[in-house]
């Protein structure tokens, strides 16, 4: 990913952090010489790996798991994301751009198709996503239906080799019209000019 070094977020939990917040993302390979793509959850083992392990599972009747292995794949996970304005910036010879947000990890994939695994990972992955409901779902291994289920799924771990991130947030422009950009994008409303807002902020010196 082209990344300028104003753009650059590096800060490892930062990066977990926003996988974890926007965890379906994009596994990326090479199959039979073509791009193929998966779109998924991942859940984020922080734990493992020197910068952590990306969990999930496909369809076995998906056929992106037989050609994953053996090369290095690529996950994308994709945060918010605003068009700019030039009228905001009050200024002249400006033009509009898009603000966003992005971690790009990279990876080799190992694949599990044992069912104590399997069930772990499901498991773990429902854990994860209703943890925030009040009254959470949970899976009763026991249940006649999970061991058909299973057989119908390949699990997988990517051991994150390379994590980057890009948070392009106009912070190649000077303060005052990251301030009106932020403004403008509080005025027009809506959650992606929200969260972009917001994440500016973040930015400017406090």
Do not use: C
Not at 133 to 157: C, E, H, M, T
């Amino acid at each position: 990913m082209y990344i300028p070094r104003s753009f650059a977020e590096t800060d490892l939990p930062t990066l977990h952090d926003f996988i974890e917040r926007n965890s379906f993302g994009v596994l990326v390979s090479q199959a039979d010489g073509s791009p193929f793509a998966t779109h998924l959850p991942f859940f984020l083992d922080r734990t493992t790996g020197s910068k952590g392990t990306l969990i999930g599972h496909v369809a076995r009747a998906n056929p992106h798991w037989q050609h994953v292995t053996d090369q290095t794949v690529l996950a994308i996970f994709s945060g918010p994301h605003a068009y700019i304005s030039p009228t905001w910036y009050d200024a002249e010879n400006v033009v509009p751009t898009w603000n966003y947000l992005a971690v790009h990890v990279y990876g080799q994939v190992t694949l599990i198709e044992d069912p104590s695994s399997l069930l772990d990972i499901v498991q773990r992955s429902v854990s994860v996503y209703e943890s925030s409901f009040p009254q959470p779902w949970s899976l009763d291994s026991s249940a006649a239906y999970v061991k058909p289920l299973l057989n119908q799924i390949v699990g997988f771990r990517m051991e994150i080799a390379k994590i980057e991130g890009k948070f392009k947030l106009s912070q190649n422009h000077p303060i005052e019209r990251r301030e009106k950009v932020v403004a403008a994008l509080h005025g027009r409303g809506g959650e992606n000019a929200e969260a972009i807002a917001n994440a500016m902020e973040r930015t400017l010196p406090q």
